[in-house]
C-alpha cells in the first residue's frame, strides 16, 4: 500500500458510511476533487444531475485517487484498532460447517513466513479474483454485457468540461462506445 488502481467517482451515498468508519473528515481534509453531480451526454440527449437537489445533508462527494483513498482508509482502521496484514495472501480457507473461520497466509512463494488467523467475520477483500466466490463458494456468474474492454489514459493541462455541476463527472456516449471523464 498504496497500490495504483484507476480513479474513483463516489456518490452521496458514500458520506454516511465514512461517518459510521469516523473517517470523514480525513477524507475532507485530504484534498480530494470535490464533486457536485454528473453531466451526460448519451446519443442526442444532454442532461445533468446536481447532487444539490437531493435530499438530506448529503449533497456532493468527491473524485478520488483510489492509492491515496485507499491509504487512508486502511491507516484509519489501523489508526482504529483493526489489527492489519499487509503484503500477505490467503492461502487457504478454514471452515465449521458452512461458515468460514480462519485463514492461511503466507508472504510469498519466496518466503518460509506463514501462519493462520482465526475471525468470526470474513470480509473477501480480493477485489476481482474474488477468493470465496471462485474458489470456495464456485457461484460467480459473469454477466455476458460486460465482458468487454476498457482503456484509460490520464491528461494534464485540459479545461474542465463547462458543463454540469462543479467537479462533475461527465459521461457521454460516442459512435462506438461510451468514454467518462472524472477531473
Known sequence: ?????????????????????GVRKKVEEHGFVRKGGAYFEWGPENWELNFDHLEGSDTYSYQVIRSEFDELLLDH????????HEGVRVTSIEFDGERPVSAGWDRGKDSAESGTIGFD????CSGRNGVMATKYLKNRKYNEAFRNLGVWSYWR???????????????????????????
Do not use: N
Not at 482502521?77 to 492489519?84: C, F, I, L, P, T
Open 1 to 21: 500500500f498504496p497500490r495504483y488502481h484507476i480513479g474513483e467517482s463516489i456518490l452521496p451515498s458514500a458520506l454516511p458510511v465514512l461517518d459510521l468508519l
Open 77 to 84: 482502521a489501523k489508526d482504529s484498532g483493526v489489527e492489519v
Open 121 to 124: 467475520f470474513l470480509i473477501d
Open 157 to 183: 493541462g485540459v479545461k474542465p468540461l463547462d458543463k454540469g455541476p462543479e467537479g462533475a463527472i461527465a459521461v457521454c456516449s460516442v459512435p462506438d462506445g461510451w468514454y467518462w471523464d472524472i477531473p
